[in-house]
């Protein structure tokens, strides 16, 4: 029920057939462009307005979940060619369900309030992150593509990796490099929260280490869930997955989810119906009401939303640690999967619901120690 990409799928590929995402010129410039020292440019005075107005509007629209995930969609809905954001508002859409499951009554009973609240910490901790380092980078292409020439220099202003500044130069001038866009932007954000959440010494100990999590991981409780409309009904595919702390895992989960969900015709136009149908509250039930209830005097479980549950988080300001120092450790993950066939997952979604209730009864043997 924790975290935001992860592996060990449950659905796998229908061939080893693996996609190269640039051609060997592509590959040529942009190990050059990486080796190059970062330009220093001092910003104008029209150009420093320009990035005050891309922290405040990122600023409002990290405030929480939420926010956050229909922030995604609604650039995506503008930008349709920046695949990542449509992904990023998915799996954020289950980070907010991760988070609320803490005070859903299929959990909370397995839990104290103290450990429910460190993992929200850093679920909450997660997904605000690489909505800070990502979504300048997505409002810095809206400008670039509006005044139609890079403006890619400025993204070390928002201490993004000097990774992302070539691979946004290249999608700029050529928008078929959807796929190496998506690719770049998974590394680029599951190597920034290693490098400034999960290398945390208190988290590592609290959340990583600990035995709730250790447990859930291998009862296999862990689901990426992508609820999509066919005909008047709503289905679950998605991926099962495990090993959260491996960053090598993380990356290629991201790169599985991608596939599934815009490589099958009918999970991303019927995601994207749902998406614009259902708004995020938090909550299961937005996907699965016959299940679940945001209310809590329901006869069904108890899934509260994200407002409910949880109070606004405040995040102290970081500057982040920089991660990007080797280009051969980057090299290996610039290809997909050709296919990943949708699995039906509202059955091992129930299924890890029964398990769960069935286990309740041992949260005091397991869960408080």
Same mark, same amino acid.
């Given at each position: 029920?924790?975290?935001?990409?992860?592996?060990?799928?449950? @659905?796998?590929?229908?061939?080893?057939?693996?996609?190269?995402?640039?051609?060997?010129?592509?590959?040529?410039?942009?190990?050059?462009?990486?080796?190059?020292?970062?330009?220093?440019? %001092?910003?104008?005075?029209?150009?420093?307005?320009?990035? /005050?107005?891309?922290?405040?509007?990122?600023? @409002?629209?990290?405030?929480?979940?939420?926010?956050?995930?229909?922030?995604?969609?609604?650039?995506?809905?503008?930008?349709?060619?920046?695949?990542? =954001?449509?992904?990023?508002?998915?799996?954020?859409?289950?980070?907010?369900?991760?988070?609320?499951?803490?005070? /859903?009554?299929?959990?909370?009973?397995?839990?104290?309030?103290?450990? !429910? @609240?460190?993992?929200?910490?850093?679920?909450?901790?997660?997904?605000?992150?690489?909505?800070?380092? !990502?979504?300048?980078? $997505?409002?810095?292409?809206?400008?670039?593509?509006?005044?139609?020439?890079?403006?890619? +220099?400025?993204? %070390?202003?928002?201490?993004?990796?000097?990774?992302?500044?070539?691979?946004?130069?290249?999608?700029?001038?050529?928008?078929?490099?959807?796929?190496? $866009?998506?690719?770049?932007?998974?590394?680029?954000?599951?190597?920034?929260?290693?490098?400034?959440?999960?290398?945390?010494? +208190?988290?590592?100990?609290?959340?990583?280490?600990?035995?709730?999590?250790?447990?859930?991981?291998?009862?296999?409780?862990?689901?990426?869930?992508?609820?999509?409309?066919? !005909? %008047?009904?709503?289905?679950?595919?998605?991926?099962?997955?495990?090993?959260? %702390?491996?960053? *090598?895992?993380?990356?290629?989960?991201?790169?599985?989810?991608?596939?599934?969900?815009?490589?099958? /015709?009918?999970?991303?136009?019927?995601?994207?119906?749902?998406?614009?149908?259902?708004?995020?509250?938090? *909550?299961?039930?937005? +996907? $699965?009401?016959?299940?679940?209830?945001?209310?809590?005097?329901? =006869?069904?479980?108890? *899934?509260?939303?994200?407002?409910? !549950?949880?109070?606004?988080?405040?995040?102290?300001?970081?500057?982040?640690?920089?991660?990007?120092?080797?280009?051969?450790?980057?090299?290996?993950?610039?290809?997909?999967?050709?296919?990943?066939?949708?699995?039906?997952?509202?059955?091992?979604?129930? +299924?890890?619901?029964?398990?769960?209730?069935?286990?309740?009864?041992?949260?005091?043997?397991?869960?408080?120690?």
């Amino acid at each position: 029920m924790f975290g935001k990409w992860f592996t060990g799928t449950i @659905s796998n590929p229908q061939n080893n057939d693996l996609v190269k995402l640039w051609t060997t010129t592509e590959e040529k410039q942009l190990k050059k462009e990486w080796t190059n020292s970062p330009f220093n440019h %001092s910003p104008s005075l029209k150009e420093k307005d320009m990035l /005050a107005k891309i922290r405040t509007k990122t600023a @409002s629209l990290n405030r929480n979940n939420v926010t956050r995930t229909q922030a995604y969609l609604d650039f995506y809905l503008k930008h349709p060619e920046v695949h990542w =954001s449509f992904l990023a508002h998915m799996v954020s859409r289950n980070g907010g369900w991760n988070m609320t499951d803490l005070k /859903a009554s299929h959990i909370s009973t397995l839990i104290s309030y103290e450990k !429910a @609240s460190i993992l929200f910490r850093f679920l909450e901790k997660a997904n605000h992150l690489i909505f800070q380092d !990502a979504y300048p980078q $997505l409002l810095l292409y809206e400008k670039s593509k509006n005044a139609g020439r890079p403006l890619f +220099y400025l993204l %070390s202003e928002f201490h993004v990796s000097p990774f992302m500044n070539p691979i946004w130069t290249l999608f700029l001038k050529d928008n078929t490099k959807k796929e190496l $866009l998506t690719v770049s932007l998974i590394i680029n954000e599951q190597n920034f929260i290693e490098s400034n959440l999960l290398q945390n010494a +208190y988290f590592q100990q609290k959340v990583l280490s600990s035995l709730t999590y250790q447990l859930q991981e291998k009862l296999g409780f862990t689901l990426v869930l992508f609820p999509y409309r066919k !005909a %008047s009904k709503t289905l679950l595919t998605g991926l099962g997955v495990q090993q959260f %702390s491996n960053l *090598s895992n993380r990356i290629e989960i991201g790169k599985k989810l991608y596939v599934l969900l815009f490589k099958n /015709a009918d999970v991303l136009q019927g995601a994207l119906g749902f998406s614009k149908e259902k708004s995020h509250t938090g *909550s299961r039930e937005d +996907y $699965l009401p016959a299940v679940f209830s945001s209310k809590s005097d329901s =006869s069904k479980i108890y *899934s509260p939303t994200i407002d409910a !549950a949880w109070a606004d988080f405040d995040h102290p300001s970081i500057v982040p640690v920089a991660w990007f120092h080797n280009i051969e450790e980057v090299l290996p993950f610039f290809h997909l999967p050709s296919t990943l066939e949708p699995a039906d997952m509202e059955k091992t979604h129930l +299924y890890n619901l029964m398990k769960l209730t069935g286990i309740s009864e041992l949260h005091g043997v397991f869960f408080d120690k």
